[in-house]
């Protein structure tokens, strides 16, 4: 079974410019994340999506931040403008819809730093 | 709001020796906990996901306990090896829906 895919693994930008990010989830998860792991720190969500809705976004900063999910599979995730603040690494996660007994399969993320 | 704090940050033990890392969370409403490690520039690789309702679970060498009714976690490596270097994370599913994390616990493992 072939993983979360994300893509770039590494993007260098300047401050004020704007940056995408691509996930591609597994095959049949409706539940799809966007994460935030800042250096030395946990995770934060960023948005999560129940196939293509959007189930919580409280803490995307949506000045800046957008994300869709269309057709409820792939996802991306865009930042603009880009501040210094921003830099960190992106993670994507999936998991199987329905129930609180699933885990959650991780990407590789997207290293970020902006300049 | 639930915090969840991985104590201590960092712990380096000689191979060989089993290795004890900390999860602990303030509201003990979770529906699960799930034990991950991260390897450096790498994403999160699922080690072990215990229900509220189990008391721990067990996969080879790694075995986690669950005390919901005083916020505790707790993962146990037996036998560390130094391929068990990397950051372990401990992430909360609570009724909120959110998954919360801890900040990790960074192992060294010394040949």
């Known amino acids: 079974e072939a993983g979360v895919a994300q893509s770039p693994r590494y993007k260098i930008i300047e401050k004020r410019q704007s940056v995408a990010f691509w996930c591609n989830p597994i095959?049949?998860?409706?539940?799809l994340y966007w994460y935030q792991q800042i250096l030395g720190q946990g995770p934060k969500l960023l948005i999560q999506?129940?196939?293509?809705?959007?189930?919580?976004d409280s803490q995307l900063p949506k000045d800046r931040f957008s994300a869709e999910r269309l057709k409820g599979v792939d996802s991306t995730l865009k930042i603009q403008p880009a501040k210094l603040e921003d830099s960190a690494v992106y993670l994507c996660?999936?998991?199987?819809?329905?129930?609180?007994?699933?885990?959650?399969?991780f990407g590789p993320g997207t290293r970020l730093t902006v300049l | 709001k639930q915090e969840v704090t991985q104590i201590p940050a960092a712990l380096s033990v000689p191979e060989g020796e089993n290795l004890v890392l900390n999860c602990s969370f303030t509201?003990?409403?979770?529906?699960?906990l799930q034990w991950f490690r991260q390897d450096p520039g790498k994403g999160l690789t699922s080690l072990l996901l215990?229900?509220?309702?189990?008391r721990e679970q067990t996969s080879g060498r790694l075995n986690a306990s669950l005390d919901k009714s005083s916020g505790r976690s707790t993962l146990y490596i037996a036998a560390s090896q130094p391929g068990d270097s990397a950051t372990y994370l401990c992430?909360?599913?609570?009724?909120?829906?959110?998954?919360?994390f801890g900040a990790g616990t960074q192992v060294v493992v010394t040949p």
């Open positions: 996660a999936s998991r199987p819809a329905g129930g609180t007994y699933n885990e959650q399969f």
């Open positions: 992430a909360v599913k609570g009724s909120w829906g959110k998954f919360q």
């Open positions: 095959s049949g998860h409706a539940t």
């Open positions: 215990i229900q509220s309702s189990q």
């Open positions: 999506f129940q196939n293509n809705g959007v189930v919580d």
């Open positions: 509201d003990s409403a979770i529906y699960n």
